[in-house]
């Protein structure tokens, strides 16, 4: 599976139609959605699609056909996510009427082609990476270790956030099963300096 990590954008006509597709990370849909809503605001549809991965490693699916006939729009865009194999990931597909209507077959083809407009040209930039699944981990470090936590997690390139309070900091990191493996190699040195407040399951 693949995924996206930044937003890439794909425009087509199609009969006077104007197409204009959005791949992004599922981390930015909620956002970019509302941000097409204001910059687009006489697009006659923002059809949307995504598929995420939910903390139970199950795939979690959702379209929005926007006014498009029933299946038209959202379940082409989810079914080019599909057969792109990509995972966390989301498009979205703003269309500006054009006057001529596309016809039941006319809508899936065009929606179809303008989701996977987007693929390509984010394959074309290399911004399709190979996606690696990651849990959250959360514990809690007294200060007196919080310093060799911090160097450990920042030598690691582990993506976390630390919250301070009055014993110490409560860090709240993503890990893949490899760097949760590498993280308690290091954990278990300095174990009664670490509450683990929710582990990873992998």
């Known amino acids: ?21 959005y791949l992004a990370p599922i981390a930015s849909f909620e956002a970019l959605r509302a941000q097409l809503r204001r910059q687009h605001p006489k697009a006659r549809h923002i059809v949307w699609a995504y ?17 498009e006939p029933k299946s038209t ?18 498009v979205l597909v703003v269309r500006y009427f054009g006057g001529i209507k596309l016809g039941t077959a006319g809508l899936v083809r065009a929606y179809s082609s303008s989701a996977n407009a987007a693929i390509d040209a984010a394959a074309d930039a290399a911004e399709l990476v190979e996606f690696v699944l ?14 060799k936590f911090e160097h450990f ?18 860090f709240n990191a993503e890990l ?10 290091f954990a278990e040195a300095l174990a009664p300096a670490l509450k683990m407040l929710h582990e990873p399951k992998f």
């Open 176 to 185: 893949s099963a490899e760097e949760f493996e590498k993280f308690k190699g």
């Open 153 to 170: 997690l920042k030598k690691s390139d582990f993506v976390y956030e630390a919250s301070f309070g009055t014993a110490g900091a409560e």
């Open 73 to 90: 729009a959202g379940a082409p865009c989810l079914n080019a996510l599909r057969g792109a194999e990509l995972i966390n990931a989301a």
């Open 51 to 67: 598929r995420a991965l939910n903390e139970p490693g199950q795939i979690v699916e959702n379209s929005s056909d926007d006014g």
């Open 1 to 21: 599976m693949k995924t996206i990590e930044k937003e890439i954008s794909a425009a087509q006509e199609i009969k006077k139609s104007s197409f204009i597709a």
């Open 134 to 147: 990651r849990k959250k981990c959360i514990f809690f470090v007294p200060f007196a270790a919080v310093a």
